[in-house]
């Protein structure tokens, strides 16, 4: 069976969660406030200008370069940069809740000195089993949300064959996205994470060449320097507390 050609991936723009909980980290506080449920966080007008930007790189690819379908995470930061970065190209974007963000559960809207101060038997749960199989009571494990994007990916190559596909998503997405796509295994995955500072509206890519996916841009944040559009990195709003 044919496989994609081309697979894109890119983190939402700044949110207005992104700047509170960067906030609340390095104000050293125990809990992040902020009133919105997290699929309803918007973006910041920051997270505005970087989706703008990403909209300038889809608009300077050549027609047979274009990704042919976006696929967009139901949260509203998601859905917001992939209307502004889509806007005018007549590409077609459909919300798939498979790529939501890793839910926390008991962890969500807590910073990492919340997590030793209020949940110390956690902490040590986390620490002692990685980052990859952890699961917060109530949340997700990295190796839960790689089984919703790995049948999604399995639904885009059997609906797209030979196609271009471009997802808008979250930092963890990008992350996972590569395992999958480069096929790592959990300690390649870890130092990948370790490594890499995921930036808000940051771009990576991949071509298919035989039967492999060959990485062409990762994280890369050339257009929004061009655009002039600020590059920022921070942590989603229920990202997993460090």
Known sequence: MEQLQW????????????????????GGLEAIDIPERDADVPLSGTGRDQAGAVGSWVGELKPDERPQVAIVSPYLRARQ????????TGIPAVVDERLRDR????????????????????????????????????????????????ALLRELRDDHPGGRVLLFGHEATVLLVRYLAESLDEAELMAVAHATAVANCSISTWRREGELMRP??????????????????????NAEPV
């Open 7 to 26: 697979l894109g991936v890119i983190r939402h723009g700044q949110s207005t969660g992104n700047v509170i909980a960067q906030d609340a980290e390095t």
């Open 81 to 88: 940069t992939a209307e502004l970065a889509l806007a005018g």
């Open 103 to 150: 839910e926390l559960g008991v962890l969500d809207l807590l910073t990492g000195r919340g997590v030793q101060a209020r949940l110390p038997a956690e902490f040590a749960r986390r620490a002692r089993l990685g980052k990859f199989y952890y699961r917060p009571p109530g949340g997700e494990s990295w190796a839960d949300v790689l089984l919703r994007l790995r």
């Open 216 to 237: 062409e841009l990762f994280n890369s944040v050339a257009h929004l320097h061009r655009e002039g559009a600020p590059h920022t990195r921070q942590e989603d709003v």
